[in-house]
């Protein structure tokens, strides 16, 4: 991370009057949440998520779901926001974006207090029911699964009950238009700890009229950026910050 980007970076953030930020699941590493694609320790070297988080295993075999791809996605629920979750909720507060796009499903935004955060894959705090569509706290799948029940069931209906989570074979939440609405009619777009390798959520930054985008390594959009740097999240950010307040 160099001076030179850091200032060009808070210039863009200045100059723009409507900014939205992208996240991945490079935010979160730092927070102890392996992401897919970092080398060595990405959870892709160890376990297909393809084929554990699909809507094929959910519903052909949701005894093997229930069994794996589910305690993937419980590893996230303890997880606690690092400081660049911190730093995107105070320059929410303070003006400076006007709010979160993320891919993650880790609930770590919400914990650090950002309010407008529109969450393209779905979130672990809920589940719902496959038949009736009712809603219900995730504890309450994780509770039946803890009683052997698996899969565990909808208490209304009897249906199978499902986390809110949006598998590979799932249709994309509202919120996934909203994000697309937000950035066509922002001046920039931040893209933080993404690979932009999952679609359709990396045709966002592409609708985005100018880009910045915050990532360890380099991106397949890294060309379309006014300006990129390589560096850990929580530290740029809050560089940022220290650069923005000073001006
Ligand atoms: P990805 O794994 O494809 O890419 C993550 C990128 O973040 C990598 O390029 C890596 O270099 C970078 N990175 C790692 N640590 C960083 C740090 N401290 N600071 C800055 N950059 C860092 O992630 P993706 O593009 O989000 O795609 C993965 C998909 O898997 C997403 O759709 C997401 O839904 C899901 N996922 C979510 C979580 C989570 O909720 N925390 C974790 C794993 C995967």
């Not at 690092?82 to 929410?92: I, S």
Request: hydrophobic fraction near 40%.
């Amino acid at each position: 991370m160099s001076l030179e980007e850091i200032k060009k970076a808070t210039k863009l953030i200045k100059d723009s009057s409507k900014t939205m930020v992208l996240t991945g699941a490079g935010i979160s590493t730092e927070s102890g949440i392996p992401d897919f694609r970092s080398p060595g320790t990405g959870l892709w070297e160890n376990i297909d998520p393809m084929e554990a988080l699909s809507t094929s295993v959910l519903y052909n075999n949701t005894e093997k779901f229930y069994k794996e791809g589910f305690n993937m996605l419980l590893n996230m629920t303890d997880a606690e926001p690092n400081r660049a979750h911190y730093a995107l909720a105070e320059m929410e507060r303070l003006g400076y974006i006007k709010g979160v796009i993320t891919q993650n499903i880790d609930n770590l935004h919400y914990k650090a207090g950002s309010k407008y955060i529109l969450e393209v894959h779905g979130n672990t705090r809920e589940g719902s029911c496959i038949k009736c569509g009712t809603i219900v706290d995730l504890n309450i799948l994780i509770n039946k699964v803890n009683n052997k029940e698996i899969p565990p069931k909808c208490d209304k209906c009897g249906g199978i009950l499902r986390p809110d989570v949006v598998f590979f074979g799932d249709m994309l939440p509202d919120d996934f238009n909203i994000a697309l609405q937000e950035v066509e009619t922002s001046d920039l777009l931040i893209v933080i700890g993404s690979s932009l390798m999952v679609s359709p959520v990396n045709y966002i930054p592409q609708v985005a009229k100018k880009l910045i985008i915050i990532n360890m390594e380099p991106t397949i959009m890294d060309s379309l950026a006014e300006t990129t740097i390589h560096d850990k999240a929580g530290k740029v950010l809050e560089t940022i910050i220290e650069e923005l307040e000073k001006e």
